[in-house]
């Protein structure tokens, strides 16, 4: 059994750091460098993380040429983008997407999206290509931009709300989930799931500034996410069809959560800049 759309599950050990969607990444930092808060090395160094330097395709879209995430920063600027929001969409749940269909389409193979807003409508989706070993592992990221429908920006669930959800979520899918086995199987899958109980945001996950309930949020959905990741790989105690349908169901619901509550703590972080 797959969970869509839920991220890798990192490996967790003591003293690793939890993933975070790298749309959710460039909007946060993206918003800080375009506001003037953060320099053109830190975000480049946020956005990037261990991947192989970020290219941009096509190169000219924004009249000009422009070759990774600094250029890509700098167009947006001078076309008169004020602040970059994330979107992280899954089928059946394309909350925030702009359209026309071939961005949501795109945006939805690849679960997440960047959009402008306060200026001129563009979306940015990461298109992510591995490479190398389970144990040296590498990623080719280029940016697909593209010129998006403009509408208005109507604004994403407050921090409280997206606490509450967290909350009421994990309530209604705690009793769910423990009758049909919470862990996917194996010898590991019990210590992954309690070291994920203290897993924490890499450092820098956010730009100095950065409100301390956007922070904890955050944490709170990427940890919620990566057991997700770890419980969606297998059909837990479930023993019949019906059972695993209702433990998906259930996971699928907690995810939607999850992903909201992302969305909530980036854009939440920087709100956008008056019409």
């Not at 490996?11 to 990444?25: K, M």
């Not at 096509?58 to 700098?74: C, M, S």
């Not at 208005?152 to 979520?169: I, N, T, V």
């Amino acid at each position: 059994m797959t969970l869509g759309h839920t991220g890798p599950i990192p490996d967790i050990y003591p003293g690793a750091v939890l993933d975070i969607p790298r749309s959710a990444r460039l909007a946060a930092w993206g918003t800080a460098w375009l506001q003037g808060r953060a320099s053109t090395e830190a975000v480049v160094r946020a956005v990037v993380g261990d991947d192989e330097p970020h290219a941009v395709e096509p190169r000219d879209v924004l009249g000009r040429a422009v070759d990774d995430v600094q250029g890509l920063l700098i167009a947006l600027r001078d076309d008169g983008v004020r602040a970059l929001r994330v979107v992280l969409p899954a089928p059946g749940d394309p909350v925030g997407l702009p359209g026309p269909p071939a961005f949501n389409t795109l945006a939805l193979d690849a679960g997440e999206c960047v959009l402008t807003a306060g200026g001129p409508a563009w979306g940015a989706v990461p298109e992510v290509i591995g490479f190398g070993s389970e144990w040296e592992p590498g990623h080719l990221v280029t940016w697909q931009v593209r010129a998006v429908d403009d509408r208005p920006y109507l604004g994403d669930s407050g921090l409280a709300e997206a606490e509450r959800a967290l909350k009421e979520g994990l309530l209604a899918a705690t009793a769910t989930l423990n009758r049909l086995g919470v862990a996917a199987s194996g010898p590991d899958a019990a210590d992954q799931l309690r070291r994920l109980r203290h897993a924490e945001l890499p450092p820098g996950a956010l730009p100095d500034g950065t409100p301390p309930r956007s922070v904890q949020v955050l944490s709170t959905a990427g940890r919620l996410r990566a057991v997700l990741s770890l419980a969606a790989q297998d059909d837990g105690a479930a023993v019949t069809v019906l059972e695993a349908e209702e433990r998906l169901r259930a996971l699928r619901e907690l995810d939607v959560i999850c992903r909201r509550a992302v969305v909530a703590a980036v854009n939440a972080a920087a709100p956008p800049p008056p019409p």
